[in-house]
Each structure stands twice: as structure tokens, then as C-alpha cells.
């Protein structure tokens, strides 16, 4: 008999899918990881009981991780991404003819192997010779790494309870402004405006300390519920509101949601934001 | 003990909120009027098991229903309001000072009733002297009414179930069209374009059937749970993106979210809905 899976929220309001079947589920080293297959989302990845993405909604949130960093940043050669095991970010990166490697730094091969399994249209790109995948502590190696190795730094962590904490640190967010290249770019999901304001709030200020340039962006991600969802667009540097026309133009022909209308509406502040959000 | 009152829709996604009291519970000679108090959202309107709104998020729905076209509109003096019974609308109209009238056409007394005595903070201009409530039919309303009446209409009725149905049909959509002055705006709530695509896709349709100038718009509702809402703007002549300044700027003082970036990054059309959308 098919049974809603609940993602709940503080105790005062729950999203929840009907699921057909349950496809994996294991305790990795790091988190509970599970594929669940449903009726209106297809299949979905679950860690430790929140929702990460899905077949049919990936693209809300991979597109615009993704896409306003790439077309926006002179020269995309050289790619990290820190999390993003679901392989969504790096397709969307490969996608740039530009890119010359692209490296990704997954702390649980958990989320790497269950997603090759269970979601390989969400992870197209596996095989591109340009991508690297590495099993190792994001922070670590964003500590460890040589200075201006990066035009663009892509942060796909999930919510910081857990293991994901500490990729919403002052000190990582000083670090990743270590390894970008003058002019690059770092882009993270910063949460729920609604839900995690908070978080969304400390973010922004944290995020203001290390760079010259913060600017949240937001759009919709149906499967995470409250309405409206957060990243931001940080660098020394580079105007979020001038990507490049022909990037822009290669990129909109195959996305499901990006062009370059909604690149700049994205950056829109609602009144409600606007306290908390004066840099860039 | 507290529990959740889900909406639950196609029986494949829930959006349950946590309920600390229900406050008020009947059935009308139309529908099921309740008012819940919940934990997250505040009080909150559910008309047979649909959340309608809530104190804390109210304004996403309203501000976006009403500014976009009030904002824009030569001279909004004369402004009709198809439903709405909660009240929300007719306050965001009547912060214009343009207005001389503002006449609300709700079938239900029940939910003007309810609202007045449970939701007091979201229609807080009932006793303004311009405003003029009349329960009636709104469909037989627009057919028997003179021609070239209204400035402005704006449709705030329930999803396309029940006693709304009809607002979606296209002899009503007609009908608004001939009661509107050249140069005048409809604005009508157009459903969700992800959970309820097919209704989307036909009402922009039949918009585009009686109108020059149809241009969908979107923002989140976090109460309405699929990520993203719509609301459409349609005229004979006016371009939704060239709102008035001094108007934006007015309303941008005392708006929660309402500012020209929103009304303008509003009008942003994603890849997935431009199929359709093609008009204005």
C-alpha cells in the first residue's frame, strides 16, 4: 500500500510524497541515505529524512545553482564543486564547452554510488573526461588547496545540521574566496529565506565579511516546500546582472527553466529581504 | 493535542500545517468555512480543505494580486473585485488614494462573515467608506452589468472546483473584457503552472482569446506549497512592464514585498512555461 514520506519542519509544518516504493536505503558513514520512488515526482534522493532533490523538479535547482555563476564569470576553465554527490551540479557545469576540469568534492561515496544507481538522469555527465571525483572533507580540502586555482567555486551542500554545517562558516566561505581567481565566482544554496531566515540572515552577513560582492538570488524548488528558495552569488568582482549574451543564449536552448530573463529577475529582493541584504 | 490538517492534492503530495485550535468550522450554503490556528502561519483560512490564507503569508498571495495591475493602470478609480471575501484584496486596492470606488461581488457571506470576526488584520479596510460588498453570483454579476464600468477588475476566487469554476470560463473572461474601460487591467489568480499545469495552460488559452495582452506572472505563496504561483495580467492595450513610477513608489513604502523589481522580475518566463505563453 502506498504511504506518504513526510519531510517535516520544526514541528509546525511537513511536505509530503506519496511513495510507490522504496529503492535503497542504508546508513553511510555520514547520514542515512535512501531512494524513494513516488507518484508525482518520480525518483527522489532522502538524506537523513529531508528531501534533496528529485527526478522531475532537479532542474529548479540545479539550473540556478549552476547557471547564473557559469554565464556570468569571464572564463569558466576551472570548476569545484564541494557536495553535489547527486551529479545535477556537475552536468549542469559540463554543459560549457569552456570548462576545462571540473572538480567535485564529496565527503560520502554513499551519495555518489546510490545516485549512479538510482538517478542516472540526474547525473549525466559521470563520464565526462573533464570531471574529477574525489571522496574527501569539502573543508579540508578548501583549507589545504592552493590559492586562485578556481573561476568558479559551486557549494551543493545540504541544510547545516549534520555534516554540512561547517560549509556555512565564516572560515570556509574565507577560503573558498582564497581559492577563486580574481574575477571568479562562488555560488552556495543559502536556504529557505522563509523557513531558515536565520540561517538565511547569518549566511548573507557571513558570506558579506569575505566578499566585496553577496547577492542572494531565489526561485522556486517544488519539492522543498515553503514557496520560495535561496542561493547566492558572491565574488570580488562581477556584476550578478551582466551575463554574457551568447553564454546565456547556449545555455537557455537546453535548460528547462534558465534564460536570461529569469537570470535577472532571480536577483529581485522582495521588500521583506531587503534589511538584511545591502552589499553588492 | 496538536495534529496536522493536511491539503493533500491529486492524492500525491500533502502540505500539512500543525493546528493549535480550530476556531470557527461550517458549512455555508456554498462550501466548508474554516479557520484554524496554526503554529507556523498563524490563523488561516481553509475553504473546503484548501488553504485559502493565513495571517503570516497573506500578503505574498495579495500584494501580487493586486499591485502589478494597480500599479500600472492610467487611473485606477473604479475597481472591481470578483470574490476575495477575506478581505485582502479590497485593502491592498484601497491604499490608493486614486480610488473612488471599490466594489467586492462575493457569493459566499459566510467568508466575509468569518474573516471579519477571525482574520481582522488581513481586511482591515472594511469600513472604508469606498468600498462596497454585495453577495452575489459574480459570473451573472458581469453579464448583466453595463459596459466600460471598471478601471480595473481583479479575480480572487478559489481553485477551479466548485463555486469558482466558472470564473475560468472563457464567456466570464469575456465578460470581463467588456466591462473594462480601454485601457483598462484584469488580474486574476491562474493557479499553480507546476501542480496544476493543465488549468494553466487553458486558462492563458482563453485569456488569450478575449484579450490583446495576456502576461502570466509568478512568485511564491508559501501556504500553496507547489513552489510557485501565478496570477495573470490582461488588457486591451497596457503593457504589464512598464509600471507608473510614482505609483511603485508609493506602494513600495508600505508593501511587505511589493517593489518594481518584484513586479517587473515577475513577468520572467521560464523555458518549461514558454510553450504556451506566447501572447502580449
Known amino acids: 500500500m502506498a504511504l ?11 511536505f509530503g510524497v506519496k511513495v510507490k516504493e522504496t529503492l535503497h536505503s542504508e546508513q553511510s558513514e555520514f547520514q542515512k541515505v535512501e531512494v524513494i520512488d513516488t507518484t508525482r515526482f518520480g525518483r527522489m534522493l532522502v538524506i537523513d529524512g529531508i528531501f534533496m532533490t528529485s527526478e522531475r523538479d532537479e532542474f529548479f535547482y540545479h539550473e540556478m545553482l549552476v547557471q547564473p555563476a557559469m554565464c556570468t564569470v569571464a572564463e569558466p576553465k576551472s570548476v569545484l564543486i564541494i557536495g553535489g554527490g547527486d551529479g545535477g551540479s556537475a552536468r549542469e557545469v559540463l ?5 576545462e576540469r571540473c572538480l567535485m568534492i564529496e565527503i560520502d561515496e554513499a551519495v555518489v554510488r546510490v545516485s549512479k544507481e538510482w538517478l542516472p538522469t540526474i547525473g549525466r555527465a559521470w ?3 573533464r570531471l574529477e571525483v574525489r571522496f574527501a ?22 541544510d547545516p545540521v549534520g555534516p554540512a554545517e561547517v560549509l556555512f562558516s565564516k572560515e570556509f566561505f574565507e577560503g573558498c574566496r582564497r581559492l577563486l581567481k580574481p574575477g571568479g565566482v562562488l555560488a552556495l544554496q543559502s536556504e529557505s529565506p522563509i523557513y531558515f531566515r536565520d540561517t538565511f540572515d547569518q549566511t548573507q552577513r557571513r558570506l558579506m565579511d569575505a566578499f566585496e560582492v553577496v547577492r542572494p538570488y531565489f526561485g522556486p524548488v517544488p519539492t522543498y516546500s515553503a514557496g520560495i528558495w535561496s542561493w547566492t552569488f ?27 530573463d529569469i537570470h535577472r529577475a532571480a536577483f529581485a529582493l522582495p521588500n521583506y529581504l531587503r ?6
Not at 506518504?4 to 511537513?14: A, G, K, W
Not at 534589511?275 to 553588492?280: A, D, H, K
Request: charged residues 30%; glycine residues 6%.
Open 234 to 260: 558572491c565574488s570580488d568582482s562581477v556584476d550578478p546582472l551582466k551575463p554574457l549574451d551568447a553564454r546565456v543564449e547556449a545555455m537557455t536552448t537546453d535548460s528547462k527553466l534558465y534564460n536570461g
Open 127 to 129: 563520464n565526462d573526461p
Open 4 to 14: 506518504y514520506y513526510d519531510e517535516v519542519f520544526e514541528d509546525s509544518v511537513r
Open 95 to 99: 554543459r560549457h564547452a569552456e570548462v
Open 275 to 280: 534589511r538584511t541584504t545591502t552589499s553588492g
Open 137 to 158: 572533507n569539502g573543508v579540508a580540502f578548501v583549507k589545504e588547496s592552493e590559492s586562485r586555482a578556481f573561476d568558479v567555486i559551486l557549494v551543493d551542500g545540504s
